[in-house]
């Protein structure tokens, strides 16, 4: 019974917390319209037929939660140095390839918000017949460094956490 109700009990714990914050009050309205949302959401996510998630290494996601606001940071005080320095430096910006090993599309799916997050960086496309990302970086000072940080930082803990 508690099963046919909440299909994805974590979804529905996340959908009535955030409701309950949103709406600023814990009273008697804000509580029922949460779990009406709480209740609907999975279902919702029943009718997509999506596959489960299987997380195979829970502590890698830390160690990658921490490497991303590390490197978010860095990126973000490198375009602002950027911005502000104006035509001070050369800068050259391009679009680079990266060969990916990766092929869950829920890895895939956190790289491409990782890389899209990050200042400086955009996941433009990705090739999943040749597992070839194409990406495009503001200041693009050597390719192959680039290519390094992706698959070490990030696709490496990918992969240890989905396949």
């Known amino acids: 019974m508690i099963r046919a109700l909440f299909p994805h009990p974590i979804l529905a714990l996340g959908v009535f917390a955030t409701s309950v914050l949103l709406s600023g009050a814990f009273n008697p309205p804000s509580i029922a319209l949460a779990l009406l949302l709480a209740v609907l959401a999975p279902q919702v996510m029943r009718a997509l037929d999506l596959q489960r998630v299987r997380v195979r290494a829970p502590l890698a996601i830390v160690q990658l939660a921490s490497v991303v606001a590390v490197d978010v940071l860095r990126s973000n005080w490198a375009v602002a140095t950027i911005i502000l320095a104006g035509r001070k430096r050369e800068r050259k910006s391009g679009f680079i390839h ?8 829920y890895a895939l799916a956190v790289l491409a ?6 200042p400086g960086t955009l996941w433009v496309e990705y090739d999943s017949a040749s597992g070839r990302l194409l990406l495009h970086v503001l200041d693009l000072v050597d390719e192959e460094s680039w290519i390094h940080l992706i698959k070490d930082r990030y696709e490496r803990r990918l992969r240890e956490i989905f396949e």
């Open 98 to 105: 990266v060969p990916l090993d990766l092929k869950d599309r």
């Open 113 to 118: 918000v990782i890389l899209t997050a990050t």
